[in-house]
Structures are given as C-alpha cells and as structure tokens.
C-alpha cells in the first residue's frame, strides 16, 4: 500500500488524514481523529446496504467530505441498483432497526413503504432516510437509471474508514467530471480537491472520457490550482 501524498491547492479547505491506496484491492485507506456527521450517517446507511446485499455507490459532494474537504452537506447522495418493491420494502426494515426513519412516510408501515417506492423511486426521485430523527445531515437515495449511475456502482471503489467503516463510493474520474459537468464554484472546488489529492491514483484517459461523455471541461482541473 502506498501513502498518498498529493496536496491541495484550492483555498486552504483541507482537513488532511492519512490516506492509504490498494492497488490491488482497489480500496482506500482513510484514518480520522474523528468521524463528521456526514461520515457517521453515511456509514451507518452503508453498513445497512452492505449486510442487505444491495449495490450501492455514493456519489456527490460527501466524497469530498469523506476524503478531508472541510465543508459541510445537508444530504449524502446514495446510487441503489437492483432494488424493486419488495427489496425496497426489506431494506427500509434493516434501515429501521438500525436507527433510521424516513423523511416522506412511515418507516414502520409496510403499506406506506411500497405507495413510497411506486410514488418516488420507480418514478426517478429519491427518498430521504434520516438517522436517529437528525434531519441534517440525511441520505438522498435513488434507484440507478442512467449509464452513469449504472458504471458508479458496478464499479464502486472501497473506502476503508479507521479500519471499522466501509462505504463504497463512485470511480474517482466519474466523480470528478460530473462535479466539472454541474459548474458551480463548489462543484468545481470538490472536482480540483479530489483531483488533486487524488491524481496519483487516476485515470487520465478514464477521466478524459468521462468528461467528453458528460461535456465537461477537464482543463479547469489545472486552471483553478494557479
């Protein structure tokens, strides 16, 4: 394994901790004094996945945050493939033994489960979990519909917390050209963070293509280190 170096040149956002590569593995390392309420809801939610066999892949600003950005999110985005109505209904009762409840129904009721899963999932939207009734941070979860969504969770990389915590999280290069894609100062501040802790271990060519696909400008990676 191999300790990763790389520094950050984008304001002074960085919270840095150890970080460890497995090549082999494909899994990152990560050690934390101590864990953010993003970390403790996310890996709590993955914990709940994990053991309910269900593929996952988290994408979005948390893996910013996982990796040491020091900025705060009010929701964790998580990529669920394979679930239909009668998975949905297992693991909302996994999720509820665990802790969590749900934002838009009744976590407890089987019947308010599966008119939630035909209104929001099979429809495109997400539903909102929430852990121990803390409404922020909470974990936006939505079903794969896209060959994005698809490739992020077949191809989840493993993240490591203080040896404890597992959570899977999208491919670094498919991660940083869809914060590029969306544009706003903060996406491209998570894209230039992780990009450049993160560039020892990346794909050029992955990454490259992963930008033409979504129409994202790669260039701005180097521009906003200057």
């Not at 864990?35 to 709590?44: F, K, N, S």
């Not at 309910?52 to 985005?77: E, H, K, M, P, T």
């Not at 490739?151 to 491919?171: G, K, L, Q, T």
Request: hydrophobic share 40%.
């Amino acid at each position: 394994m191999e300790r990763e170096h790389g520094a950050n040149n984008y304001g002074r956002d960085v919270a840095r901790s150890p970080i460890l590569f497995d090549r082999r593995e494909r899994a990152f390392y990560i050690s934390k004094p101590r864990l953010a309420p993003e970390d403790v809801v996310a890996t709590r939610f993955a914990r709940v996945l994990e053991e309910a066999g269900v593929g996952y892949a988290v994408v979005a600003g948390y893996v910013a945050i996982l990796f040491g950005r020091a900025r705060r999110s009010d929701d964790i985005d998580f990529i669920l493939n394979g679930v239909d109505e009668g998975v949905f209904v297992e693991l909302c009762e996994a999720a509820r033994r665990a802790g969590f409840g749900l934002m838009q129904g009744n976590i407890g009721s089987e019947n308010s489960i599966r008119s939630l899963y035909r209104g929001y999932l099979a429809r495109g939207h997400a539903v909102r979990f929430v852990y121990l009734d803390i409404i922020i941070p909470n974990v936006e979860a939505k079903l794969a519909r896209t060959r994005a969504h698809r490739h992020a969770v077949v191809n989840s990389v493993r993240v490591v917390v203080n040896h404890e915590h597992i959570i899977r999280i999208s491919p670094i290069e498919l991660q940083i050209a869809y914060k590029l894609y969306l544009g706003s100062d903060k996406d491209l501040g998570d894209a230039i963070f992780l990009y450049t802790l993160l560039k020892e271990h990346i794909s050029t060519e992955e990454l490259h293509r992963w930008c033409r696909e979504l129409s994202a400008d790669c260039s701005l990676l180097e521009a906003g280190k200057a």
